[in-house]
């Protein structure tokens, strides 16, 4: 097996080349987000607003696979405060050849995630799934998490509505001290529109160099 020719052909203009990703690409807000979460008494449900932005890379490669992605960060409040609910960064990437969608979460409590699912290119409906322990595609966690709030599986549900339109839903399911069974942290929100990709920096300067 041949682990280091790149492809011949790549096209430099991501945006033609996600896959099912292809409607998330710009700028998203969602003002109806819930977010259910554990809390000592037992669980809670708040309310939160959202702003996404997804930019798509230039194509990527290890060896003969080819990926091609969006780069995302989202910031999450409640309604009429200023302090950061919760913050995400990370990675879609669209894999072609295995008809692979891949998900990287990093949070800023000492958390990374990848998750991944099968899906057709023109789908509009599919979910990704990552679990404790595996080597691929897995969950890793500080100390104080896996003891506290261990992680043991997360799934993202994502739906595409319209290109003006998408929506996730996340379940969480964690195992933390004290409790007889793990708990579901659920999140969901609905995303609008309010601005479009730039393309990215290969498709603009093939752009720029267009007679």
Known sequence: MDIYTEPEHVDPHTLRNLGPLRTLAGLWTGRGGTDVHPVAEGSAEDVFIERMELEPIDP???GPQLLYGLRYHTHIVRPGEVA???DQVGYFLWEP???T?????????AQVVMAAGRAEP???EFELSAKIGKEAFGICS???????????????????????SWSYEEDTLLLIPGRSEPFHHR?????????????NPLARATADEMP
Do not use: K, M, Y
């Not at 969608?101 to 409590?109: G, H, K, L, Q, S």
């Not at 500080?142 to 003006?164: G, M, N, V």
């Not at 999140?187 to 393309?199: A, F, H, S, V, W």
């Open 60 to 62: 990527q490669t290890n």
């Open 84 to 86: 950061t609910f919760h």
């Open 97 to 99: 050849a295995t008809r």
């Open 101 to 109: 969608v891949i998900e990287t979460i990093a949070i800023p409590r």
């Open 122 to 124: 023109e789908a509009r």
């Open 142 to 164: 500080s100390p104080f998490l896996l003891e506290a709030f261990r992680t043991l599986e997360f799934r993202i549900r994502i739906r595409i509505d319209s290109e003006e």
């Open 187 to 199: 999140d969901r929100n609905t995303l609008t529109r309010i601005g479009e990709p730039t393309p």
